[in-house]
């Protein structure tokens, strides 16, 4: 039995666990040809020149261990000591094919982890006490530049708070008492399991992936394995989600929600949301903290119509830091959810009621294989933006904004031919590969609309998408607002290995200007609130991404400048901002999120963790009802209250509009200032358009 007391938690299971011994594993010839044949195409295909000298091999080696062990949790000083011997001769090594370090490095980690796992499930096995009232706190951090611990006794301290904390997390996730103990015992099974099923093809795979990522972040090695995985998902097309996750501190969070999928349908998942459980339909919710990232995507994925429930720590929102188990349907994110949408929005300005055209662009896509099979209908950005916007005009909007919010990108084609559906012939796009510039990507066309227009984006607007943005930017052509967007302007190709493939970077874009859109993206004219942490989130945050440069200017004839307005824009904008309940709720919703994020340090207090806790929701109510007030609304009773009005109204939604592209305006408050900010452009432009001299970019 297992109670809690005023002053402990005891945890008691009489059992006892037989570990298997984790073998050493040793690297093939196989291997060794596949590394080679690796070093010569990233020598002489990826973009970057990346000397293999002392300087890379002392890199690699670090993030060789962080890749390994990100917390600092297994290793001690004395192992890093040991490997610091070879942090000098690992690309002397490569270059002869020898994996010997690399492995000999994994072995010990293996026998760290494998030695550590037992003794933490020994520990639970036979008891263990904690005291939740005492003031401790343990402090998170994956900084690969933290000290390692010197001793064992210091790094059983570590463990003791980590599973003290582990512990703390169920209890306030009203997980039972009894079931705790056995949970965290299962999640470290689970993972000792997964170290003695790796295999040689694993760890060459994690070895060289640390080495292949000092080139940049998107130049990945695919193990057979993978590779084969890879193509099986492409071929039948696997259902899921529709969320992109990534793994951080053992724990799969949302980066993105795919739009038109089925997470973003539901409405509940967010980018930044934990997932640290998954369930099937009618099957208990496994436990999946310390799981491989592909493991937990393999069982999140399943067959169409099927149910997944995910167990999430949300990370804002009503119920943001508490456990939450949603139930989503898969199904395949559809070429025609990811369709261009519009609708049009009415404003009042100065007496006068001005109508906003907005077009909702998820990606740039194009049914290659309906292209291929010469359909006349086959589906296209293009295609569908131009109908749009023909369909807007009979409309008679008065400008068109262009929202491009969490578009990751696609086609090259349909992003330069969708530019041409606003701009005067001209180039789009420069690509420099090989050291020469190939500015060959252009617009060939009349605009089919060449009224206002506005472009908004933020964080997860990349590659495609600021290839758009900064086009029109470039040509003066319309306003770009929102805020600084992902950074990713560099191109990758496939290569085939002895064993396996490489994706590797070999090529990079650059916008008329002569900017580049890497690392940096597209800064907007108008700055928005971000939604999405821009420190932790886009290119600019690894480590290894390849710089902002630029490349000698395209001169083209502009449409007009939008420089003599944008102070005046601006000033609006916060006049509006410091007033307006909607965005003000935001704002503060946003800053409170971020002072959250930002503490690393955590209490082991169990009364101090529940009252900080019921502090962010208190502050949340408060600045919920705020909101109401400011509306002439009633302000809700309690939290019970509001939390409970909150589900109704998700309820009281269909699956279609409860989708992030169907938001009312009033919880979309970016899209309706961006509709503000374009609404003064046209009243404060002659004609509704800015000033339309001629201006050609002067050279770099």
Not at 11 to 18: A, P
Not at 445 to 474: C, H, M, T, W
Not at 572 to 585: M, N
Not at 689 to 695: I, L, Q, R, S
Request: overall charge negative; charged content about 30%; proline content about 5%.
């Amino acid at each position: 039995m297992f109670s809690i007391r005023s002053t402990a938690v005891v945890l008691l299971i009489l059992c006892s666990s037989v570990f298997a011994k984790v073998e050493p594993l040793t690297f093939s010839p196989s291997q060794v040809q596949t590394t080679l044949e690796m070093l010569e195409k990233l020598g002489s295909k990826h973009y970057a020149s990346v000397p293999l000298d002392d300087e890379l091999s002392k890199a690699f080696l670090k993030n060789y261990l962080y890749s390994l062990d990100p917390g600092h949790v297994y290793f001690r000083a004395e192992d890093v000591r040991n490997f610091e011997k070879w942090k000098f001769t690992l690309d002397d090594a490569l270059r002869q094919g020898d994996l010997s370090q690399g492995f000999a490095i994994y072995n010990v980690y293996a026998k760290r982890v494998s030695d550590r796992l037992g003794k933490n499930i020994a520990m639970l096995e036979n008891g263990v006490e904690f005291d939740f009232t005492v003031d401790e706190k343990i402090v998170y951090s994956d900084d690969e530049d933290d000290p390692w611990v010197e001793t064992e006794e210091e790094l059983d301290e570590v463990w003791r708070k980590r599973i003290k904390d582990s512990y703390l997390r169920l209890l306030l996730a009203d997980k039972e008492t009894d079931e705790i103990p056995e949970l965290l015992i299962k999640r470290f099974k689970t993972t000792l399991k997964r170290i003695e099923q790796s295999d040689a093809e694993d760890v060459h795979t994690l070895y060289m992936n640390a080495f292949t990522s000092l080139y940049d972040p998107h130049t990945t090695y695919y193990s057979p394995r993978q590779w084969e995985n890879f193509n099986i998902n492409m071929s039948l097309k696997l259902e899921g989600i529709g969320a992109v996750l990534q793994l951080s501190d053992e724990t799969a969070s949302v980066v993105r929600v795919i739009p038109g999928g089925p997470a973003d349908k539901q409405g509940i998942l967010a980018p930044e949301d934990k997932i640290v459980g998954v369930g099937q339909d009618g099957e208990e919710v496994q436990d999946v903290v310390g799981w491989r990232l592909d493991d937990i995507v393999d069982l999140i994925r399943g067959p169409k119509g099927s149910e997944v429930r995910l167990d999430i720590i949300p990370a804002k929102g009503e119920s943001a830091g508490a456990n939450r188990v949603i139930t989503i349907v898969r199904d395949e994110v559809k070429l025609e959810e990811q369709a261009a949408k519009s609708r049009v929005l009415e404003f009042a300005q100065d007496g006068r009621t001005l109508r906003v055209g907005v077009i909702d662009l998820p990606a740039f896509y194009s049914d290659f294989d309906a292209y291929n099979r010469k359909d006349p209908n086959y589906k296209s950005t293009t295609r569908d933006v131009a109908n749009l916007l023909n369909e807007l005009q009979k409309q008679n909007v008065d400008g068109v904004i262009l929202d491009l919010r969490n578009n990751g990108g696609g086609s090259l084609q349909e992003v330069v031919k969708t530019t041409d559906l606003f701009i005067n012939p001209g180039p789009v796009v420069q690509i420099r590969k090989n050291n020469q510039i190939f500015p060959g990507y252009r617009s060939r066309s009349k605009p089919v609309y060449d009224g206002p227009l506005l472009v908004l984006i933020n964080r997860l607007s990349a590659s495609a998408s600021e290839i758009f943005a900064g086009a029109i930017q470039d040509y003066g052509r319309g306003l770009v607002v929102g805020t600084q967007s992902y950074g990713k302007g560099t191109v990758q190709a496939l290569l085939p290995l002895h064993e396996g493939q490489i994706k590797l970077t070999e090529s990079k874009f650059y916008r008329v200007s002569g900017d580049s859109t890497q690392h940096r993206g597209v800064l907007p004219d108008i700055t928005l609130p971000s939604i999405y942490n821009v420190e932790d989130i886009g290119e600019s945050s690894q480590e290894y991404a390849l710089p902002w440069d630029q490349v000698r200017a395209t001169p083209v004839p502009r449409h007009g400048n939008f420089e003599p307005l944008i102070g005046e824009l601006r000033n609006r904008y916060q006049t509006r901002a410091a007033t307006d309940p909607d965005h003000i709720l935001l704002v503060k919703e946003l800053e409170l999120n971020r002072q959250r994020r930002e503490k690393k340090e955590v209490s082991l207090n169990l009364e101090q963790r529940r009252q900080e806790q019921t502090d962010y929701e208190t502050a949340l109510f408060e600045l919920h009802n705020a909101r109401r007030v400011a509306k002439s609304q009633a302000p809700y009773e309690s939290i019970e209250a509001w939390r409970a009005a909150e589900e109704a109204d998700s309820e009281n939604e269909d699956a279609e509009e409860s989708s992030s592209r169907h938001r009312p305006l009033e919880d979309d408050p970016l899209l309706k200032e961006a509709g503000l900010i374009l609404v003064d452009q046209i009243t404060l432009s002659p004609n509704g358009a800015p000033t339309n001299e001629v201006v050609e970019h002067d050279k770099q």
